[in-house]
Each structure stands twice: as structure tokens, then as C-alpha cells.
């Protein structure tokens, strides 16, 4: 075999390497922009409000949760849509073949889009509403036999502060009560430490449910970016769970656990 068959050759199987190591590449980075929002820096907002079933009420029923917010009731910012390059819409277009609308680049839902106007088992809808503390999650029914609330959403975040996420405007449920009332405590837990923070909010409960003994779960956990993530370090908690049998404007302790 001569030089130059050699050289062919060689050539031809640099060439091979280069195209499969670069569809690789190309592949990684699609799989990538379009991962799952659960593995993005991301919050997941959880409201289960259990022991209305069945009650019978009259008129419009109201409850009125905390919302993810900062402390001074800004919500958390979301990634914009990013054009892709040329090239890159050149590849999405003749080789993955990708719906024209996805070409634009993702697009996430922010804490209005995702929380606002949406309709649940029983007639309840939710509004997001402006009280005298900022704003606050409804949800509402004029059916007269009630059921309970299941709510669930995923927001992705643009940035998160895992350790003091109070007072870094990270999301918390809002609104604080006190400030005053913040108490840390730190826990080993395994390898991580652990810091539970205690603090006042609030929750609206209709005058029409006549004082019977209703359950609210309502969480925030709130998670980095999962090539980031060992464990549980860099997420943190944010819970509020009551049973009342009050009705109108109760103030409620919710905690924080943060892991680092």
C-alpha cells in the first residue's frame, strides 16, 4: 500500500471521527437546551387543602394562600427565550427536524403564566390577588357542595440563593408576617448541614365553611440545577402545614430548611 492510500485513509477516519464526535456534541447540546425543567435550577409549588369535601356552603367560597415571592413580594425572575444561533437553527431545522415553534428556542413559564387563571377539580380557579400584605394565591368557588384543592406547578429560575434565601430574594412563601420572629437553627443531617428557619405568614379562610377543621399543605422546595446538586445540598424546604377551624385572616408559623 503506498504513501498516498496511507494517507486517504487516514484522512477518511480523521474525518469519520470529527463528524460522529461533533453529532455527539450537537446531540448533548440538544438533549441539554430541552431537558426536563426538574433538572433546571426550578421551585415546585404544592397547595393541598384537604376537609372541604362534601361541606355545603352558600355563596362564593375564598381561601387565600401564601405565594412564591421574595420577601418583598417580587417574583422570582425566569429565563428568557434566547434566539438560537444560525448554525444551531440550521441543525434544529434539516437534522433533528424540529417544530418551527420549538426553532424560536424554550420558552418558561413565569409565576403569573404558570399560577394565575387556572381551573381545578370542583370549579375551584385561581387568581393571583393584590392584598394589604402584597400578593397572595386564591382560589375560588360558587359551586355549593365544596371538594378539596389539589395545586401543583414547576416554575424554572434564572438564580437561586440556597443559604440564606430570605434575604437574597430567592422565593419564599409570601408574605412574612414578622421579621422579627426569624429563628435559625442548624442540624447535621449526614454530610450536609441543615438550617430550619421559623417565621409568620398568613392564610385567608372563607366565612362560609362555618368553622369546620380544614388541612393546608402548602410547600415550596426549591432546587439548583442538577449537575450542580450532590444530594440534597443547595436545595431548600419552605412548608406551612395547619389544620384550623377558623375563618378570615390567620396568622400561621411556616418553616424554612435549607441544606448546604
Known amino acids: 500500500m503506498d504513501e498516498t492510500v496511507k494517507k486517504i485513509i487516514t484522512y477518511f477516519f480523521l474525518m469519520l471521527l470529527l463528524i460522529v464526535l461533533s453529532g455527539l456534541y450537537i446531540v448533548e447540546m440538544n438533549l441539554r437546551d430541552w431537558r426536563a425543567d426538574e433538572l433546571r435550577p426550578h421551585y415546585k409549588y404544592t397547595v393541598k387543602i384537604s376537609g372541604l369535601s362534601g361541606t355545603e356552603v352558600l355563596g362564593t367560597t375564598k381561601i387565600l394562600v401564601p405565594i412564591p415571592a421574595t420577601k418583598e413580594g417580587v417574583f422570582a425572575t425566569t429565563p428568557s427565550q434566547e434566539e438560537p444561533s444560525f448554525f444551531k437553527s440550521l441543525l434544529q431545522e434539516h437534522v433533528f427536524h424540529t417544530p418551527e415553534k420549538y426553532i424560536r428556542g424554550i420558552y418558561f413559564e413565569n409565576t403569573t403564566e404558570s399560577l394565575d387563571n387556572k381551573s381545578l377539580n370542583g370549579n375551584w380557579a385561581t387568581s393571583i390577588v393584590n392584598t394589604k400584605y402584597g400578593p397572595m394565591l386564591e382560589f ?8 378539596d384543592i389539589s395545586f401543583s406547578k414547576i416554575v424554572v429560575l434564572e438564580q437561586m440563593d440556597n443559604e440564606d434565601p430570605i434575604n437574597e430574594n430567592s422565593p419564599i412563601l409570601y408574605p412574612i408576617a414578622s421579621e422579627v420572629s426569624l429563628v435559625g437553627e442548624d442540624y447535621q443531617y449526614f454530610r450536609l448541614m441543615s438550617r430550619v428557619i421559623t417565621y409568620e405568614t398568613y392564610i385567608e379562610m372563607s366565612d362560609n365553611i362555618n368553622s369546620k377543621a380544614i388541612k393546608s399543605d402548602i410547600s415550596l ?3 439548583p440545577d442538577v449537575t450542580e446538586r450532590d444530594g440534597n445540598k443547595g436545595t431548600y424546604k419552605n412548608k406551612l402545614g395547619v389544620i384550623v377551624a377558623e375563618s378570615g385572616e390567620l396568622k400561621k ?6 441544606y448546604f
Open 140 to 147: 375560588r368557588t360558587n359551586e355549593s357542595v365544596l371538594a
Open 221 to 223: 422546595e426549591v432546587y
Open 253 to 258: 408559623n411556616a418553616t424554612i430548611e435549607t
